[in-house]
């Protein structure tokens, strides 16, 4: 391949890769390429991802297989115990089914041996987020895990039932009387995404016990996001804080009259990191989608899922006239090693703040 002088790296592959407008350098370009024949020439062209969701991912999943024919995405639903046990099975057996995971707490999955280390190619450090993302959440030294964009919870409200004008401008008007019965979210209780963000405005101080009781007793705290969102979608409620961007553009693109409301600051995010899985039956493959996700395109459709590229491309703009990360009013987001142990210390507080 690299003997043909003269051709782009996008033409020196016989299978046709496509390259073009990914925004690469000639010099990654053709190691790209070469992963995507080495990957052809064995045979091993199936990308198994496990990770907590997938539906929102598909469109970005068919974009990497139409760059890259011959190439597919699979992909299996594990979280918690049962990610962990279904990791523990397959290396134990050395059956491996699983060449990329991704995952909020992806640090932890590294500690217990699941990771092979890879530096990606596309990735860069974006100096735009320091002392806004801390950056064990982005990547570690050891190249074990990257984070090409963040899940971003802020306000949804129903616009048949309320302005964006009349919202809150604060976490913290929540606790006040005029939003009783007027809330509704998942129960902090079970883990999940509320429990994350509301122990990063505890931890942070954004919100206090006291606050955090008065917005408990304006709120119906119900079992899952999709209730909650089936809440405002239905209209029996107006305000759905705590709620992921993607979830609510998934919503409104189905024609519910629900939309995301970002406040002036403290819009709290977290990251999702993606791995090469040690033992990966497809790791060429597996290393060239690794890759994609930090292209150009890659942060193109991070945009229209509803996501924040970490390193979004200057030239490019989220077509739902969103902000790029830096610009969005975040809260600080901390490394994952100091939000566990918050979520263990709130947990019994949110237990009994949040009884039935």
Request: charged share 20%; proline share 7%; with cysteine.
């Amino acid at each position: 391949m690299l003997a043909l002088a003269g051709c782009s790296a996008q033409t020196a592959s016989a299978d046709g890769a496509d390259l073009e407008g990914l925004g690469l350098s000639a010099e990654i370009e053709e190691q790209l390429v070469a992963l995507y024949d080495a990957a052809i020439e064995s045979g091993d062209t199936e990308v198994m991802i496990y990770a907590g969701h997938h539906d929102e991912f598909v469109p970005l999943y068919e974009a990497f297989e139409e760059r890259f024919p011959g190439l597919t995405i699979s992909t299996g639903s594990y979280v918690g115990a049962e990610l962990t046990s279904t990791l523990e099975a397959e290396r134990e057996t050395g059956k491996h089914l699983v060449s990329v995971l991704s995952n909020p707490n992806g640090d932890r999955y590294v500690e217990q041996g699941f990771a092979e280390p890879y530096e990606v190619l596309t990735y860069s450090d974006n100096p735009a987020l320091d002392g806004l993302v801390d950056p064990a959440q982005l990547t570690d030294e050891e190249h074990n895990y990257y984070s090409p964009w963040a899940l971003m919870f802020n306000f949804s409200y129903n616009t048949e039932l309320i302005d964006a004008d009349e919202l809150p401008q604060s976490w913290a008007e929540l606790a006040d009387p005029e939003w009783a019965g007027k809330l509704t979210f998942m129960n902090p209780s079970t883990p999940g995404g509320t429990q994350t963000v509301l122990t990063q405005l505890l931890f942070s101080g954004v919100i206090d016990e006291s606050e955090l009781a008065a917005i408990a007793g304006n709120a119906k705290a119900v079992a899952t996001d999709q209730l909650a969102l089936q809440g405002i979608s239905a209209g029996e409620f107006p305000v759905q804080p705590l709620a992921a961007t993607t979830s609510i553009l998934n919503a409104a693109e189905s024609g519910a009259p629900v939309e995301s409301f970002f406040l002036p600051e403290d819009n709290v995010v977290s990251t999702e990191k993606w791995m090469l899985t040690a033992g990966a039956p497809s790791p060429d493959a597996a290393k060239l989608f690794l890759n994609y996700l930090h292209t150009l395109d890659g942060q193109q459709q991070a945009m229209a899922i509803g996501n924040f590229p970490t390193n979004q491309d200057p030239s490019l703009e989220s077509p739902h006239g969103w902000p790029a990360l830096q610009d969005a009013g975040i809260l600080p987001l901390k490394a994952q090693s100091e939000l566990r142990p918050a979520i263990e210390e709130y947990t019994p507080l949110y237990q009994s703040t949040f009884a039935e």
